[in-house]
C-alpha cells in the first residue's frame, strides 16, 4: 500500500495545486470522488483492463459513466492516468488528495468511539480538548464500539489517543506479563 500512495502522491499533488490556482478545490473533490467511485467498480475495472482496448476508448468510456460531473480538465486528468496505466490509484488519490485539502483548510479529520452514545455536552467538550491539543479545527465522526468497555478511542491521522477501558486494561496486562 506504501508503493501506491507513494505512486499516487504526485498524481494527487498535482490535482490540488491544479485545483487551487482554478479555485475549485470543492468542485475537483466531487470529481475526484466519483472518478474513484467509477474506477473501482469492478464491472467497470474489468471493461478497461481489456486489452484490445485502446487509452481514448477508455477515457471516452469513463467519461461517458461519469457523464456531466466530470469536467474537460477532470477528463484530462482521468486521460493521464490511463495513458500512465494509473486508473487503478484513483481512490488513492481521492485520500491523498482529501489530506492536502484538510491540511491547507487546516482541519483534522478525527474518529471518535465510544463504549456507549455521547451527550452532546460530552462530546462538545471533547472536541475543544481535541481542537487544543491539535491545533486545528476538527471534523468529527462519532461511534459507538461497546467492547470498549468505558471511556473513548480517539483518531486523528497518525494519532491515536486510547481512553478505553478495555485499552487500559491491555496496558495493565503488558505490564504484569513483562
Not at 501506491?4 to 491544479?18: E, G, N, Q
Not at 475537483?28 to 485502446?54: H, I, N, T
Not at 480538465?73 to 492516468?81: D, I, T
Not at 465510544?114 to 491539543?133: I, Q
Request: include cysteine; hydrophobic fraction near 45%; charge should be negative.
Amino acid at each position: 500500500m506504501a508503493e501506491l500512495t507513494t505512486i499516487a502522491r504526485p498524481y494527487a499533488k498535482a490535482a490540488f495545486v491544479f485545483a487551487k490556482e482554478h479555485d475549485a478545490l470543492e468542485q475537483w473533490e466531487k470529481m475526484l470522488g466519483l472518478a474513484a467511485a467509477v474506477a473501482g467498480d469492478a464491472s467497470m475495472r474489468a471493461y478497461l483492463d481489456q486489452p484490445e482496448l485502446d487509452d481514448a476508448t477508455k477515457v471516452s468510456a469513463f467519461a461517458e459513466v461519469c457523464g456531466d460531473e466530470l469536467d474537460e480538465s477532470g477528463r484530462n486528468f482521468v486521460a493521464q492516468l490511463t495513458q500512465n496505466k494509473r486508473l487503478p490509484l484513483l481512490p488513492i488519490i481521492l485520500q491523498l488528495f482529501h489530506e492536502l485539502l484538510a491540511e491547507q483548510q487546516q482541519f483534522t479529520d478525527v474518529e471518535m468511539i465510544s463504549a456507549f452514545e455521547l451527550d452532546d455536552a460530552a462530546t462538545d467538550k471533547l472536541v475543544a480538548a481535541l481542537k487544543k491539543r491539535l491545533g486545528t479545527e476538527v471534523n468529527v465522526t462519532t461511534s459507538v464500539d461497546q467492547s470498549l468497555i468505558g471511556g473513548v478511542l480517539v483518531r486523528a491521522g497518525d494519532t491515536v489517543i486510547d481512553g478505553s477501558v478495555r485499552g487500559r486494561l491491555n496496558r495493565l496486562a503488558e505490564q504484569l506479563n513483562s
